[in-house]
């Protein structure tokens, strides 16, 4: 086992800061209160090959893995620009496609997903059921050859910038009658299908929105992979959906972090920069002992992932996003309270990173649940639900 990363990750590492600093937390902030969005930083991204880093290459990706794109996102979260479409259309979406889909859908989408051009929204969330794959009620009946889709999915990211949107829903068992997952790609474009944005308090040029599918009809190879296998390739997307939003939590950390240095080695009080104060060095120097641990989380659970070790890498994508969310949330409230009343100023752009830090708690998986998770699947301890 090494620590030390490969010559290639360090050269990407430097190349996506380098491009996340040419456009920065000021132009992040300028999309999103002006209601704009990234996409020339999306375009850059894609043109020069990151945003595909990890699809194949036979597609035009770069034939790497989730660690080199998670390290492109903690990159560009770290400069103050996280792509959060990043974690959804060439991680979720581009994954399972790349491992499930048939060879029609990979040279469809995947070579889109990998430059840019093409952007894939990822829907599994309902208002009754949140993200519990047994209880959606959003449904795919068969027509002929055709499938026909209806139902609700809520707080579904990027769905105004996207060209289409994978939908977990559930198509009834012929063997049993009982309903199980599968997954069906969507043309945004598609009769019948709608939204509609949600107003949220997040300073984020990426929105939310509630999608309404009624009798959306859709062709045979809509469905992605097996229809009996919707589970197993469900989860094959969700574990690097926490290992990119933890990638992304860390690099909002690192970005609080910096910005709170940088002004207690400068800021004076009685002739002595306020960092000597053990009251606002301490909380600073733990801060960056927590983030370091929930980076090298993040780093061991895309290894996992990527030498193909899925249950492995369950485990510790959603240690990783718990250590993240945590360490994000204190960050940035640390950072605000290190620059005290600057801290709250649309001038030093801290405290507009509140509400977004606060919500790795809770997306794309609660705190709590993730809890749940390491009881029952680490400790062997009974199910409360």
């Known amino acids: ?19 996340g600093r040419r456009y920065g937390y000021e132009y992040y902030v300028q999309q999103a209160r002006s209601g704009g969005h990234t996409t020339e930083l999306w375009q850059e991204a894609g043109k020069l090959g990151y945003l595909g880093v990890n699809l194949p290459e036979e597609y035009g990706g770069g034939g790497a893995g989730i660690g080199e794109l998670s390290t492109v996102l903690e990159e560009l979260g770290a400069a103050g620009c996280p792509l959060l479409m990043m974690v959804v259309s060439p991680a979720i979406c581009g994954t399972v496609i790349a491992r499930f889909g048939t060879d029609e859908q990979k040279q469809r989408w995947l070579p889109g997903l990998a430059d840019g051009s093409l952007t894939m929204a990822f829907a599994i969330t309902e208002p009754d059921a949140g993200s519990n794959a047994h209880k959606l009620t959003t449904t795919a009946r068969r027509d002929g050859d055709d499938w026909v889709l209806s139902g609700r999915k809520v707080f579904i990211s990027g769905i105004d910038v996207a060209d289409a949107v994978m939908v977990v829903g559930r198509t009834e068992d012929a063997r049993t009658g009982k309903l199980k997952p599968a997954l069906f790609v969507v043309p945004t474009e598609a009769p019948g299908f709608e939204w509609q944005g949600i107003d949220m308090e997040l300073v984020s040029p990426d929105r939310q929105f509630s999608l309404f599918f009624d009798e959306v009809r859709l062709p045979a190879d809509a469905l992605v992979g097996s229809e009996d296998a919707g589970l197993l390739q469900l989860f094959a997307g969700l574990n690097p959906e926490r290992i990119m939003a933890s990638a992304m939590a860390t690099g909002t950390a690192r970005h609080a972090l910096d910005k709170a240095v940088a002004y207690v080695k400068e800021r004076s009080v009685w002739s002595t ?9 301490h909380p600073l120097a733990q801060i960056k002992i927590e983030l370091e641990l929930a980076r090298l989380m993040t780093q061991k659970a895309a290894f996992l992932y990527d030498s193909g070790d899925d249950t492995g890498a369950g485990e510790a994508a959603n240690m990783a996003k718990y250590a993240a969310a945590e360490v994000s949330t204190r960050a940035v409230d640390q950072a605000v309270q290190s620059l005290g009343g600057n801290g709250l100023t649309t001038e030093y752009g801290v405290a507009s990173m509140v509400a977004a ?23 062997g301890l009974p199910k409360s639900y």
């Open 1 to 19: 086992m090494s620590f030390r990363e490969s010559e290639e990750r360090q050269a990407l590492r430097t190349a996506a800061a380098e491009l």
């Open 273 to 281: 920069p306020i960092g000597a104060h053990q009251g606002l060095s």
């Open 357 to 379: 830090a606060r919500l790795a708690r809770v997306a794309p998986v609660s705190r709590e649940m993730i809890l749940n998770f390491v009881a029952q699947n680490a400790l």
